[in-house]
């Protein structure tokens, strides 16, 4: 099996070349295995375990793991599989167990299982730990949170961590949302920020470091080529899905929205179980053609909604006739992902005052970090004020932020 795979990288090295030549930005796993790079260093002769899944590519679509394994100047002993896998073949969810990883031979222990974070054991073996995973944006995606955990395995354990840096979809610019308060830290809201952050993978390891006191051994290869303004489509990168229902960068732009929504509330569909997941905000009492009518009116930025009726073919809603809109995004530079979750919110709270139901506390608080909200939609409080409110914690994130920003 390695042999095949080491022909494979072989057969790939010329497509990559000429792939990576042409690409505005370049991923932290290609600045760390170009010839001649000055970060190879960090890695060089050493033993090495790697956090990573499918997400973990270069920007020609090889994954992280396989490059490792077939890379001289490194020995790979080691994987970590967070949420969904090491390959990304497990559901959403669903707890992992140890295995040994068919591409490269190499064991992968599980960082979704009994345990979130690399063993004692396991980093015994190691002199440097790589960190390789896309993520979205969002404070809820579990990956960040693996990142949490293995900067404190690393610090307990005095072995350096090395994040391989990738975009942030939703751009480096922008965070929306409350902080989340210490009653609601879970592993879906792991550090202290907004719901949306505006930062890199690598940022966000300087960040949790500093402002949570870790003291991991933190290095971070940057990304060549990126700028803070830049959404996802302005990189000139292929997306590799992150995890089952992001298979496509329009889901990552999205999630934040309709995930937020759907997490809110008891009876409205995020589109996951359908063909479009996040991409769909609908329920069964909604009038789909009102409720397009109403939200095209806001006039958000980056966004239009349009009529539509489906039916999930799996999920909470399966085989439920459920009618409402699909968000068409228009500019993903100019969207705002929280801020149009609270639109429609809002929106549906004033249009369907009896059928609006909130979720329960615990999703509630561990989603959107307080549970002021509440209040806050049933009492008809406007996105305006909502979003006022959460200000001065924000003002204090803002200036931590700022130390941990790279580019």
């Avoid at 391989?164 to 009653?183: A, C, S, V, Y």
């Avoid at 809109?325 to 929106?347: E, N, Q, S």
Wanted: charged share 20%; aromatic share 8%.
């Amino acid at each position: 099996m390695i042999s095949t795979l080491g022909k494979a990288l072989a057969a790939a090295t010329l497509a990559a070349c000429s792939v990576q030549a042409q690409e505005r930005v370049h991923l932290g796993v290609d600045v760390l295995l170009e010839k001649d790079s000055r970060f190879i260093e960090w890695v060089a002769g050493q033993r090495v375990g790697l956090i990573t899944n499918p997400s973990g590519v270069d920007g020609a679509l090889i994954p992280t793991a396989d490059r490792l394994a077939h890379d001289s100047r490194v020995k790979l002993v080691q994987l970590y599989g967070p949420e969904h896998g090491i390959r990304g073949d497990v559901a959403a969810g669903d707890l992992i167990g140890d295995e040994r990883d068919a591409a490269t031979g190499v064991a992968v222990q599980s960082l979704y299982g009994k345990s979130k974070r690399p063993s004692p054991e396991s980093l015994a073996a190691l002199d440097v730990v790589l960190f390789d995973i896309q993520d979205v944006g969002s404070r809820t995606y579990t990956y960040i949170s693996t990142l949490g955990e293995a900067l404190k395995a690393c610090a307990e354990a005095n072995k350096p961590l090395v994040v391989l840096d990738r975009p942030n979809p939703l751009g480096g610019t922008r965070f929306e949302g409350p902080m989340i308060e210490e009653q609601w830290r879970s592993f879906i809201g792991w550090g202290p920020m907004p719901v949306t952050h505006g930062m890199t993978v690598g940022e966000v390891a300087r960040y949790f470091n500093e402002v949570l006191a870790i003291g991991c051994e933190l290095k971070v290869v940057p990304m060549r080529g990126w700028k803070r303004t830049m959404s996802w489509d302005d990189t000139g990168l292929a997306w590799t899905q992150t995890s089952p229902h992001v298979p496509n960068a329009t889901q990552a732009y999205l999630y934040v929205t309709t995930g937020m929504i759907a997490s809110s509330t008891l009876n409205l569909s995020d589109g996951v179980g359908s063909t479009m997941p996040f991409e769909l905000v609908g329920a069964e009492h909604i009038d789909a053609i009102e409720l397009e009518i109403e939200l095209n009116a806001a006039k958000l930025p980056g966004v239009r909604f349009q009529a539509l009726a489906y039916k999930p073919f799996y999920g909470k809603f399966k085989d439920k006739p459920l009618r409402g809109v699909r968000l068409r995004l228009t500019d993903p530079r100019a969207y705002r992902p929280l801020h149009t979750a609270l639109v429609i919110l809002t929106t549906l709270r004033r249009m369907y005052p009896e059928q609006f139901q909130l979720a329960a506390d615990d999703a509630l608080g561990k989603h959107w970090g307080h549970l002021e909200l509440r209040d806050q939609l049933q009492s008809g409080a406007s996105v305006e004020a909502i979003e006022r409110s959460w200000a001065p914690a924000r003002a204090e994130f803002e200036r931590a932020r700022a130390k941990a920003l790279m580019y």
